[in-house]
């Protein structure tokens, strides 16, 4: 856009304005108007402001001796052209010769004709779907091959209803033979293990060795292992007075038990210092029912680790027009399962469930019932005679053994004891 003008002028960029502040621009489908200080505009904006998707829908009405003009940015009438593209509009102050550019986005009014409402119409034809329609169509002027293809569709549907019949049929008598009750606490069960296996790990029963039954690069690609260089480093780089004040400040005490016994070979040492920085990532985000988008950035954490970790253990919410990211109880399971299975990776096949549970905040029957899950063998250190605080607070550790164990759950309940 080119401005000739006999004096200089300067631009001026306003702030950004809210969408209720910006310009609007008009273009009318039936022609053009030649006086529009005639017209009488008005602006309607959605009431439910909470809703992202709501908050900013707007309805510009036009109206004249006449006749009236409706337009609005959603649904399908609006411009499709204020998603994909910005406007801006300039306003030139001839005073002090400056053009103030704002932010403006396009309506297309369309007129509305009085007396022209959906009371002529035909209700069945109201009722109708766009498939409904087609098929009409297609009967009174469709091809021979249409037609066939239109017979062999209802033929389908009329198929599947009996299946539907069938089923129901069959599903009404495996109910009188089993009763509703029984039927209703089997669904139960089923889904309770079911809603937990669904935030496992990737999980090749079938593998040859215990270290590809959880892969470890379904647990940190490559990409996201190669970004923890420098984190991992920091984390090996720590002292062992530092490593005392984390014990002591109520760190991740599995994570501090791996960085006092790294490795001496340098390509081990680099590799659990990576999965240490990783592993402590997840425990404190299962220690937090809210995460921010500065989540990490304290310790250092990459942008690729941390978008990976928003999206994979946390869920979003709307909250007063914002989006909010949030652990759920099914997510803190979900990190529990990938915490415990890269502990296996860097514990040799095996992991301590007594630390690891604490550091998530979770139950011990919770974590155990994570672990049997995941078909891990459970075992406890010998008891030893000396009654030390040691040998009282005994460590409960899981193993990947093959072929991985396939837990009852009916027998492994606990009944309650009885009170005399």
Not at 61 to 78: K, P, Q
Not at 371 to 384: D, F
Request: with cysteine; hydrophobic share 35%; proline share 3%.
């Amino acid at each position: 856009m080119s401005i000739t003008m006999a004096a200089s002028c300067s631009l001026v960029c306003c702030e950004e304005e809210r969408d209720s502040d910006k310009a609007v621009i008009v273009q009318f489908s039936n022609g053009s108007v030649k006086n529009a200080d005639k017209l009488d505009f008005t602006m309607y904006k959605n009431t439910d402001e909470s809703n992202p998707r709501k908050k900013n829908r707007r309805i510009l009405v036009a109206e004249s001796d006449r006749l009236s003009y409706v337009g609005n940015n959603f649904g399908v009438g609006s411009l499709k052209c204020n998603n994909l593209c910005k406007y801006y509009v300039g306003v030139l102050n001839k005073q002090t010769m400056q053009m103030e550019v704002h932010s403006a986005q396009l309506f297309n009014m369309q007129p509305v004709i009085p007396g022209e409402t959906t009371e002529t119409a035909k209700p069945q034809d109201t009722a109708q779907t766009y498939r409904d329609k087609v098929d009409s169509l297609i009967e009174a002027f469709g091809t021979n091959k249409q037609k066939r293809a239109l017979s062999s569709r209802r033929l389908n549907k009329v198929g599947s209803d009996t299946l539907h019949q069938a089923v129901a049929k069959a599903a009404n008598t495996v109910i009188d033979q089993k009763g509703l009750e029984a039927l209703q606490q089997e669904v139960a069960e089923t889904e309770s293990q079911g809603e937990l296996a669904l935030h496992l790990p990737p999980c090749s029963a079938d593998a040859d060795k215990p270290e590809n039954v959880y892969p470890f690069d379904d647990l940190l690609s490559p990409v996201e292992f190669g970004a923890l260089e420098q984190a991992g480093s920091k984390m090996a780089a720590l002292t062992s007075e530092e490593l005392q004040k984390m014990r002591d400040d109520g760190g991740c005490l599995c994570v501090v038990k791996f960085l006092e016994n790294l490795p001496s070979a340098d390509e081990a040492r680099d590799k659990m210092s990576r999965c240490a920085f990783y592993l402590s990532l997840l425990l404190k985000m299962a220690r937090q029912r809210g995460i921010t988008r500065k989540f990490g950035q304290e310790e250092g954490c990459p942008r690729i680790i941390q978008s990976q970790l928003l999206k994979k253990f946390t869920v979003e919410t709307f909250n007063n027009g914002r989006v909010h990211n949030t652990v759920s109880s099914s997510m803190h399971a979900k990190l529990a399962a990938y915490s415990l299975a890269l502990l296996l990776h860097m514990g040799h096949m095996t992991a301590d469930l007594t630390l690891l549970h604490r550091d998530l905040g979770i139950t011990e029957a919770r974590m155990t019932e994570i672990a049997k899950s995941m078909g891990l063998t459970l075992n406890r250190p010998p008891r030893g005679k000396a009654d030390t605080d040691e040998l009282r607070d005994e460590h409960r550790q899981a193993s990947l053994v093959l072929p991985l164990v396939k837990y009852d759950q009916f027998m492994e309940r606990r009944k309650r004891k009885k009170m005399h």
